[in-house]
T-cell receptor, first 114, second 115 residues
Framework: DVKVTQSSRYLVKRTGEKVFLECVQDMDHENMFWYRQDPGLGLRLIYFSYDVKMKEKGDIPEGYSVSREKKERFSLILESASTNQTSMYLC?????????????FGQGTRLTVV | AQKITQTQPGMFVQEKEAVTLDCTYDTSDQSYGLFWYKQPSSGEMIFLIYQGSYDEQNATEGRYSLNFQKARKSANLVISASQLGDSAMYFCAMREDSSASKIIFGSGTRLSIRP
């Protein structure tokens, strides 16, 4: 059974803290994604990676960075957490170069910044 | 730039009726793929159906079908004979061939099925 695993289901952090959200996939997928989900805004792409050490900005990269040192792991970093980064964060992975394959999602991390 | 628009924030439908969820998209690519996902209250993202831009037939998967109108750039999801378990958020998504890694989503439609 294919799996994308996010390290935490719920997180509470303080303003200004550095926050790491971890995501691991076991499908040998080339592509990995980080989205944030907010009511009325749907899923917005923060960053994605199409290979180890390769990354591209999505639509809302400000205040975030990412790291992909190994193919199976993609980390989202909030350098200095702010209250407007309180949200649901979803990690996903997919194979590359084949249009008709869907992305597989983790269970999500609900982050609250206080 | 690629863009997905879902204009129905919420819908109420009577059980056993058919329902259409709207999705329009914008792309300059000739080759692209369109996806629909379901997100129940548990939060998991469930893939429902896929339509390729070159597919001549509308995609179908059980009670789900995709009404694909390429000239209008619309890819509406049709759910036949709705069930209480269909109550969920539904997201339309797109992947362009020129940027095969990137998948973007719409804002979603919350579907509620009335018994």
């Amino acid at each position: 059974d294919v799996k994308v695993t996010q390290s935490s289901r719920y997180l509470v952090k303080r303003t200004g803290e550095k926050v790491f959200l971890e995501c691991v996939q076991d499908m040998d997928h080339e592509n990995m994604f980080w989205y944030r989900q907010d009511p009325g805004l749907g899923l917005r792409l923060i960053y994605f990676s199409y290979d180890v050490k390769m990354k591209e900005k999505g639509d809302i990269p400000e205040g975030y960075s990412v790291s992909r040192e190994k193919k199976e792991r993609f980390s989202l970093i909030l350098e200095s957490a702010s209250t407007n980064q309180t949200s649901m964060y979803l990690c996903a992975s997919s194979t590359s170069r084949v249009l008709n394959t869907e992305a597989f999602f983790g269970q999500g991390t609900r982050l609250t910044v206080v | 730039a690629q863009k997905i628009t879902q204009t129905q924030p919420g819908m109420f439908v009577q059980e056993k009726e058919a329902v259409t969820l709207d999705c329009t998209y914008d792309t300059s690519d000739q080759s692209y793929g369109l996806f629909w996902y379901k997100q129940p209250s548990s939060g998991e993202m469930i893939f429902l159906i896929y339509q390729g831009s070159y597919d001549e037939q509308n995609a179908t998967e059980g009670r789900y079908s995709l009404n694909f109108q390429k000239a209008r750039k619309s890819a509406n999801l049709v759910i036949s004979a709705s069930q209480l378990g269909d109550s969920a958020m539904y997201f339309c998504a797109m992947r362009e061939d020129s940027s095969a890694s990137k998948i973007i989503f719409g804002s979603g439609t919350r579907l509620s099925i009335r018994p």
